[in-house]
């Protein structure tokens, strides 16, 4: 038997079910949660269930989105024909904010892991080729993560695009020292990228 109410236990076993919330972070969330007023709890609630409802994934890029195609979709000024795929919408939302890329993004949710049993067949993997076909793209950027997983993903997407016919560009995202790092204190791994990725000093 727990040491809070029976509801109160509820509500903490539910916080914890959450990615990256343990025991004692969801237990205060939860008192959080019982001190603040009854609207904040309501507008909890309804946020939850609106999200639930409301969010789905855009049917061309596969983001998360509560409309339809998605606003980045629908936005013809994107349409330069460049496409960005990442592997999940955090990592979408990353580059967007940058502020930098114009293009569309592509979703595959997930990365290639024959140990887990996830295979093409689990990705938006065959949606990504018929976008290259229906969309005229010329450049295709692979900004998959710097891992295992995501560099075999982006070696299997590169082997299946560059078998498409016409001038198709295909890219990926630079590797190696952050902003701010040490040389010194960098893995080999990205040390090779780093120099793979060596670009000419600009004056």
């Given amino acids: 038997m727990g040491i809070y109410p ?15 919330i343990g025991q004692k972070s969801a237990t205060r969330v939860a008192l959080h949660v019982l001190r603040c007023n009854r609207e904040l709890a ?14 789905k994934f855009c049917s061309v890029c596969f983001n998360l989105t509560d409309d339809d195609p ?4 629908r936005d013809e000024g994107r349409a330069d024909g460049t496409l960005c795929v990442v ?17 569309r993004y592509h979703v595959l949710h997930g990365v290639l892991s024959p140990l887990d049993g ?10 990504l080729l018929s976008r290259i076909d229906r969309e005229g793209i010329k450049e295709l950027i692979i900004a ?9 993903t982006a070696s299997f ?7 498409k016919t016409g001038d198709l560009k295909i890219t990926r995202i630079a590797l190696g020292v952050p902003m701010g790092g040490d040389v010194k204190y960098m893995d080999s791994m990205t040390l090779k990228h780093a120099l793979k990725s060596r670009v000419p000093i600009s004056p």
């Fill in 70 to 73: 998605c606003p980045i979709c």
């Fill in 157 to 163: 997407l590169f082997k299946l695009s560059s078998e």
């Fill in 144 to 152: 998959t993560n710097p891992t295992t997983e995501g560099e075999a």
């Fill in 6 to 20: 029976p509801s109160l236990e509820r509500l903490i076993g539910q916080f914890s079910k959450l990615p990256g």
């Fill in 87 to 103: 592997e999940g919408p955090g990592d979408q939302l990353a580059i967007e904010e940058s502020g930098i890329f114009r293009g």
């Fill in 42 to 55: 309501e507008s909890l609630a309804e946020s939850l269930l609106e999200v639930k409802k409301r969010i």
């Fill in 118 to 127: 996830i295979g093409p067949e689990d990705l938006k993997i065959g949606e």
